[in-house]
T-cell receptor
Framework: SAVISQKPSRDICQRGTSLTIQCQVD?????MFWYRQQPGQSLTLIAT?????????ESGFVIDKFPISRPNLTFSTLTVSNMSPEDSSIYLC?????????????FGDGTRLSIL | DQQVKQNSPSLSVQEGRISILNCDYT??????FLWYKKYPAEGPTFLIS?????DKNEDGRFTVFLNKSAKHLSLHIVPSQPGDSAVYFC?????????????FGTGTRLKVLA
């Protein structure tokens, strides 16, 4: 199974600042996913990051707030911009376990973000 | 609108007994269902899955049952062990615009008592 490294593991930030989260996979993958888990809530998909094209954002999430980069098949970044306390969440990246059809996802350990 | 629901936020079970975690869904287009386990400070780990064409899938101590008419699935853990104490998420996926979108429930915290 894919090994996913996510950095930072946690951070405390001031409101109005931005933070970039990195996700590194030990194998080449077509799609990478970014999720958010707010306290007591389910994992919510923010966007799908495809290499060589713009990320696809889910309803309620916009590129200006959550810009994503996908420079190659093993790496992606998610930036949380102009942060407010409502952005305090765990942010997770994931990849599909295999090719084609329904597949489980492998997740990184997440970035726990607190905004003061 | 929560398409995947886990109505029990927590569950306590004695070691050696059966743990039953439940999940309900509303979207009849879901064709693949998964269970994940999550320990604190770690990402979710895939546990077991089931296709909509089946009603049962078993892997060691873990069995997932799917009742499509009731739009309900459950995860059975037998026998439960203290190391099973974690948060369990069910998830469902449906084909969407050439890919698959996964919807997660809010999780059930299982505590297995020694």
């Amino acid at each position: 199974s894919a090994v996913i490294s996510q950095k930072p593991s946690r951070d405390i930030c001031q409101r109005g600042t931005s933070l970039t989260i990195q996700c590194q996979v030990d194998s080449q993958v077509t799609m990478m996913f970014w999720y958010r888990q707010q306290p007591g809530q389910s994992l919510t998909l923010i966007a799908t990051a495809n290499q060589g094209s713009e990320a696809t954002y889910e309803s309620g999430f916009v590129i200006d707030k959550f810009p994503i980069s996908r420079p190659n098949l093993t790496f992606s970044t998610l930036t949380v911009s102009n942060m407010s306390p409502e952005d305090s969440s765990i942010y997770l990246c994931s990849v599909l376990a295999g090719q084609g059809g329904n597949q489980p996802q492998h997740f990184g350990d997440g970035t726990r973000l607190s905004i003061l | 609108d929560q398409q995947v629901k886990q109505n029990s936020p927590s569950l306590s079970v004695q070691e050696g007994r059966i743990s039953i975690l439940n999940c309900d869904y509303t979207n009849s287009m879901f064709d693949y269902f998964l269970w994940y386990k999550k320990y604190p400070a770690e990402g979710p780990t895939f546990l077991i899955s089931i296709s909509s064409i089946k009603d049962k899938n078993e892997d060691g101590r873990f069995t997932v049952f799917l009742n499509k008419s009731a739009k309900h699935l459950s995860l059975h853990i037998v026998p439960s062990q203290p190391g099973d104490s974690a948060v369990y998420f069910c998830a469902a996926s449906a084909p969407t615009s050439g890919t698959y979108k996964y919807i997660f429930g809010t999780g059930t915290r299982l505590k297995v008592l020694a």
